[in-house]
């Protein structure tokens, strides 16, 4: 396969086509709508899984790797050793960020004075740790697809 429609499958798909996927709900309901959508998701914590997706994708690609006798084979465990870590990581922060969200969202029902909506209770540095480990997981993913093959 080439190494273009490879990319766009596994890298473009699953980062880029959910947010394109909400772009197209702008000629319905508006702009206004479609960014707050794709703000939502973002804050919410969907690249964290997406993330999960593409370790575990590299994961796949580490393991065909070891099965066909690689040299490399002490590097390859390291490589497997830190996409677990990595996934591992990534489920933790959105399991915490999905959790503190839900007390947020229990403490504004309860108080409504303080705050009118509880939407988005991810923190900036928990969303750009999303945006991190998704970048560097399609990083990792794309590098050893070329490296192994």
Known sequence: MNLFFWVLLNLGVPIIGPIFTLVLVAPAHGWHVAKALI????????????????????????????????????????YAAGLCVAAFTCSSLVMSGLVNTHYERTRTKASPRNKPFADGAFSRMEIAMSILFACGAAFILAFLHVHLR
Not at 70 to 78: D, F, G, M, R, T
Request: aromatic share 10%; with cysteine.
């Open 39 to 78: 703000a939502g998701s973002v804050k919410d914590g969907q690249l964290f899984w997406c993330a999960i997706g593409l370790c575990a994708s590299a994961l796949y690609e580490v393991v065909t790797a070891l099965a066909r006798g690689s040299a490399e084979a002490p590097v390859l465990a390291y």
